[in-house]
């Protein structure tokens, strides 16, 4: 049996069985319904039952859906960097984290689009306990990391997560898609943990991790959102931890803040695809010997990157403004794309709390800060 047998994706042998069992689930003849609304269920069902590869099922569905959802939600997807990407040459995206179930989406469909191929993508396990969505997460090619284990166990789970990891990329040639931290950015300060790299390196030879890294071809990755369609559902938990409080999900706060993310209104979205960043890893291993400085010095180099490829909308630069009190931005938006931020942000937070009117400017103001302090250090 596989050591991957917990967390990976199904085979394209298996996709037959896995696509008949939910073939009447009420929640796939809705995701079709929205994909095809112009078509009878026989069409689609029939349609789905020649596919027999998760290729197949993405290429025929998935990538259908997505197109729709940015149809519906969005005034549309632009891109930069992907000319940089070598066809047949296995990534590892480190990508900040937005949206639990468009970033990764949208990153492969841009890679189908660009005639490239598709990941294999990391996904909480937290998100997937519904055996529906557990069978249609393998089904898209996505393997799983568990969430909140015992010491001992969790170890054990992330050397599975790395070594499954290291056959994708250097057995299967397949790229992988990761977060660059557990759990999506909720303050707007994208930040790669130390500890997400160091699960990764565990599948290293003799921890020769400066050596293994070069070996991945690590891509960051930068996705933006002018608007963020969670950005309300968010409060509730920034405004704990300012307040120093422990905060807790209610049951079923993942699965609604999905369906929101994936329906809610974001306007325009940029990925910008970074260099590969195999050269400057090979540096940090010249001049740091200290193997958790060279970790911090590779998740500063990654955070770099993200930050410097990010594209600030106008919502980013009216909330900065806004926060501070000034108007050092102004060129960058419009009186009425002001008015439009400031109804929505009124709308969803009591403008009489100011805890919670800052947190949710800084959750748009803080890519500005990050990226012109990353283009200032860039240029020194």
């Given at each position: 049996?596989?050591?991957?047998?917990?967390?990976?994706?199904?085979?394209?042998?298996?996709?037959?069985?896995?696509?008949?069992?939910?073939?009447?689930?009420?929640m796939l003849k809705a995701m079709m319904n929205f994909t095809f609304p112009d078509v009878s269920d026989d069409y689609w069902r029939d349609l789905m039952l020649h596919c027999h590869s998760i290729r197949d099922f993405q290429i025929n569905f998935i990538y259908p859906g997505v197109q729709k959802v940015l149809e519906k939600s969005s005034e549309g997807l632009?891109?930069?960097?992907?000319?940089?990407?070598?066809?047949?040459?296995?990534?590892?995206?480190?990508?900040?984290?937005?949206?639990?179930?468009?970033?990764?989406?949208?990153?492969?469909?841009?890679?189908?689009?660009?005639?490239?191929?598709?990941?294999?993508?990391?996904?909480?396990?937290?998100?997937?306990?519904?055996?529906?969505?557990?069978?249609?997460?393998?089904?898209t090619r996505n393997f799983t990391i568990k969430r909140g284990l015992p010491a001992r166990e969790l170890l054990e789970s992330s050397k599975i997560t790395s070594a499954f990891i290291k056959n994708s990329l250097l057995r299967e040639n397949r790229s992988v898609w990761i977060a660059q931290r557990e759990g999506r950015t909720k303050d707007g300060n994208d930040e790669t943990h130390k500890g997400v790299l160091k699960m990764i390196s565990m599948a290293a030879d003799d921890g020769q991790v400066i050596e293994y890294f070069q070996k991945l071809n690590i891509v960051?990755?930068?996705?933006?959102?002018?608007?963020?369609?969670?950005?309300?559902?968010?409060?509730?938990?920034?405004?704990?931890?300012?307040?120093?409080?422990?905060?807790?999900?209610?049951?079923?706060?993942?699965?609604?803040?999905?369906?929101?993310?994936?329906?809610?209104?974001?306007?325009?979205?940029?990925?910008?695809?970074?260099?590969?960043?195999?050269?400057?890893?090979?540096?940090?291993?010249?001049?740091?010997?200290?193997?958790?400085?060279?970790?911090?010095?590779i998740a500063d180099l990654i955070d770099q990157n993200i930050l410097a490829g990010f594209k600030l909308w106008p919502t980013n630069y009216i909330a900065h403004d806004l926060m501070y009190g000034?108007?050092?931005?102004?060129?960058h938006y419009t009186d009425e794309e002001k008015a439009l931020f400031e109804r929505r942000f009124q709308?969803?937070?009591?403008?009489?709390?100011?805890?919670?009117?800052?947190?949710?400017?800084?959750?748009?103001?803080?890519?500005?800060?990050?990226q012109k302090r990353v283009l200032e250090e860039i240029s020194k």
């Open positions: 049996m596989s050591p991957f047998e917990d967390i990976r994706p199904y085979y394209d042998t298996e996709v037959d069985d896995a696509i008949r069992e939910i073939l009447h689930h009420p632009s891109t930069s960097g992907f000319e940089k990407l070598e066809k047949n040459v296995p990534y590892l995206f480190i990508s900040n984290h937005r949206d639990i179930i468009l970033d990764t989406s949208l990153l492969n469909a841009s890679l189908y689009e660009h005639g490239l191929s598709m990941t294999t993508s990391a996904i909480g396990d937290n998100l997937v306990k519904k055996p529906f969505l557990n069978t249609l997460s393998r089904l960051p990755v930068s996705i933006s959102y002018e608007y963020d369609p969670t950005d309300v559902l968010k409060m509730p938990e920034l405004l704990a931890k300012a307040n120093s409080e422990i905060y807790v999900k209610s049951e079923n706060e993942d699965f609604i803040t999905l369906l929101s993310g994936i329906m809610g209104q974001k306007k325009r979205i940029h990925i910008h695809i970074g260099e590969v960043l195999n050269d400057a890893i090979g540096e940090i291993g010249k001049t740091e010997s200290n193997s958790n400085r060279q970790f911090q010095a000034v108007e050092e931005y102004k060129e709308k969803g937070v009591d403008v009489n709390d100011p805890m919670a009117v800052k947190s949710f400017l800084a959750m748009y103001a803080n890519p500005v800060n990050n």
